[in-house]
């Protein structure tokens, strides 16, 4: 129980600092991480002291309500905290209109990446099964030149090896993730171990989708001691399952 209570009372100000810092791509991985977690406690607590009932949800509330406090005093003005969330859905939406220019002006950044992808769903239809093998943008508008690649892993390799390479990136997230759950339903692995296992592999999925996590050095740590992680969870499930047939 108190692996489960310290896990939520640790996470929230964690999301807390990378809003603060600017990096939005890293923490909107984490928030989805945290509701994850959250949402998967009723389910995967083996017993009542492993979830997180009313008490536990009024906590997490009081910690959210703390953060934000914490985040205008990070960020110095209440205006700037709702414009960090506010200006890039308003630069998505003026995209979509195609007002392009006013976009870039409200939130560069957004357009920028939402043109990336873009590219790469033109790429992806090219070659639609095997994709164009490239892991990155041929040819890209003078503004895009700084780009090296889709800034996101997701559109990377659709783009790149088309519906079997995404089919192969869904088995290598769900294998895992179906094996950390059969391990908790049958008790075999604590609650709080499960719950952090899918939250972190949330987390990773969402930073897969928006960004290119493997191209930084701490993200790409996190990521292979995740997947050692979850290839434990495989091969443990695989081995009860040879043990309960034999």
């Given at each position: 129980t108190y692996q489960v209570a310290l896990a939520m009372v640790c996470i929230v100000p964690g999301v807390i600092i990378l809003m603060g810092s600017g990096f939005t791509t890293a923490w909107l991985a984490t928030l989805a991480g945290m509701l994850c977690f959250a949402l998967a406690c009723p389910v995967l607590g083996s017993y009542q002291g492993a979830r997180l009932g009313r008490l536990g949800m009024l906590v997490v509330l009081g910690l959210v309500v703390l953060g934000a406090g914490s985040l205008h005093l990070l960020r110095g003005d209440g205006a700037a905290v709702v414009a960090m969330i506010v200006e890039p859905l308003q630069a998505s939406g003026m995209l979509l209109r195609g007002e392009t220019d006013q976009a870039m002006a409200v939130h560069s950044g957004v357009v920028e990446r939402l043109t990336l992808w873009q590219q790469a769903f033109d790429a992806w239809q090219t070659n639609w099964l095997l994709g164009s093998g490239k892991l990155g943008p041929i040819e890209t508008a003078p503004s895009l030149a700084g780009y090296p690649n889709y800034y996101s892993l997701a559109a990377a390799v659709v783009a790149g090896l088309g519906l079997v390479g995404l089919v192969g990136f869904a088995v290598l997230m769900l294998v895992p993730a179906y094996a950390v759950v059969r391990l908790a339903l049958a008790r075999v692995w604590p609650s709080a171990w499960a719950l952090g296992v899918l939250s972190c592999g949330v987390?990773?999925?969402?930073?897969?989708?928006?960004?290119?996590?493997?191209?930084?050095?701490?993200?790409?740590?996190?990521?292979?001691?995740?997947?050692?992680?979850?290839?434990?969870?495989?091969?443990?499930?695989?081995?009860?399952?040879?043990?309960?047939g034999g």
């Open positions: 987390t990773v999925l969402v930073m897969a989708l928006l960004a290119m996590p493997a191209q930084y050095p701490e993200a790409l740590a996190f990521m292979v001691l995740f997947m050692a992680t979850a290839q434990m969870a495989v091969i443990h499930a695989a081995w009860l399952k040879q043990r309960a």
